[in-house]
């Protein structure tokens, strides 16, 4: 089985950089992907992503992304459910990023 997303996006908020306990870096990230059609007579919607980058490839996404930036990122995807603070569950689907492409030109926020 095949288990491999391509996602083109804009990232929700700047990118956050952590270290592991064993010193392993990741850089964790949302992004927006924008429907193709809006509801009638309504806004266009998105969804929302969020992107694990690790190592080597974590560093450069914490170093030259930021809020707004446009990116593509492919890699394998995951749902996880968790309890919000109102007690509901939810979802969020999770990329673990093997690629990302940064997709907006320097300057461009």
Do not use: H
Request: charged share 25%; proline share 4%; hydrophobic share 40%.
């Amino acid at each position: 089985m095949l288990n491999n997303i391509v996602l083109i996006g804009r990232l929700a908020a700047d990118p956050e950089l952590r270290s592991t306990a064993s010193g392993t870096t990741v850089c964790s990230f949302t992004i927006a992907v924008n429907r193709r059609f809006a509801p009638q007579g309504g806004e266009r919607e998105a969804d929302f992503f969020r992107i694990n980058a690790w190592r080597q490839l974590g560093e450069n996404c914490a170093k030259f992304l930021a809020k707004g930036r446009k990116v593509c990122v492919m890699g394998p995807v995951s749902a996880r459910t968790y309890q919000a603070s109102d007690g509901t569950t939810r979802v969020s689907l999770e990329v673990r990023a093997d690629d990302v492409e940064f997709l907006s030109p320097r300057g461009e926020t």
